[in-house]
């Protein structure tokens, strides 16, 4: 089992679906990279910021990515869009209806595994499925 839950109960996430335009999908990543790995990131100077997002690609359909980040509050995000959107980002551009696309979904964790029953996997593990003594 893994140790810790990909959120948090209580947290929000962000999640944008987009597409890339054709051929474009490795510069795009490439972008993406350079900029939020930057100290310019406006979303990573926020305390809001409960998780570091991750940026994922459709297994079926190489145009199509999803950016994915844990946050304390919706409102804290969102209003964190206009400046970064004021900054036009190089990889928004490779975005099949550009800026307009690059929109998130707000969705609330209301369930996430417990810090009780993570510790208690935690200290079966390596001791083979549970319940085969």
Not at 52 to 72: M, N, S
Request: charged content about 25%.
């Amino acid at each position: 089992m893994a140790q810790e839950p990909l959120a948090r109960k209580g947290s929000v996430l962000h999640i944008y679906d987009f597409r890339v335009m054709p051929g474009r999908e490795e510069e795009f990543v490439r972008l993406f990279e350079a900029f939020d790995y930057g100290d310019d990131n406006p979303m990573h100077k926020s305390p809001a910021q409960r998780k570091d997002g991750v940026l994922c690609r459709d297994t079926t359909d190489p145009q199509r990515f999803y950016l994915i980040a844990e946050w304390a509050s919706v409102a804290e995000h969102a209003a964190i869009l206009p400046v970064l959107k004021a900054m036009r980002p190089a990889f928004i551009g490779l975005i099949e209806g550009g800026a307009a696309a690059f929109k998130p979904k707000y969705v609330e964790v209301v369930s996430s595994t417990p810090d009780e029953i993570l510790q208690k996997a935690a200290t079966t593990v390596g001791q083979g499925p549970i319940g085969t003594d």
